[in-house]
């Protein structure tokens, strides 16, 4: 699957990708973990993944180059001294109406360890399906994350 076919997965960095050493710290450094990459790779299966996170682009490119995938797009931009609850809601909801595909978006997945009542209150409003998973900061993108996705993805196609 790809956007072309109205289906997304966006992915936060820190607290999914890369796990917090501790609930609360900022991650300061990157820890790339195998298993994560295979979560990863999964998820690029099931639908184009773009990155929802502030990390730079080069880090970014680490992290795919790393876990032996293409380069994802980034749907980052967003004003540092502006803080929502939810942090990566601005960015993600402009990537999406920049990049709509034709005949709009089918399904969005967004896994992120920051989504708070703006995030769900923004997904209840959309008129496409939306898929919000939330992993602990300090255990990161799992396994049950995936398929949730999986199935979510399968069950709105």
Sequence with gaps: MSASTGAVVLLDVDGVV???WRPGAAATRMRIDAAVGARVRRLAGLAEVV?????????????????????????????????PLSPNLPAVSAWLTVHEPPGGWRAVAWIDDELEGDARAWAREQPFLVQLVR???VQGLQDAHVDLVEQFLAAGA
Excluded: K, S
């Design 18 to 20: 890369n796990p917090l």
């Design 51 to 83: 990155w929802a996170t502030t990390w730079d682009a080069g880090t970014r490119a680490t992290i795919t180059a790393t876990f032996g995938l293409p380069a994802f797009r980034a749907a980052t931009a967003q004003d540092p001294f502006v803080r």
């Design 135 to 137: 992993p602990d900061p």
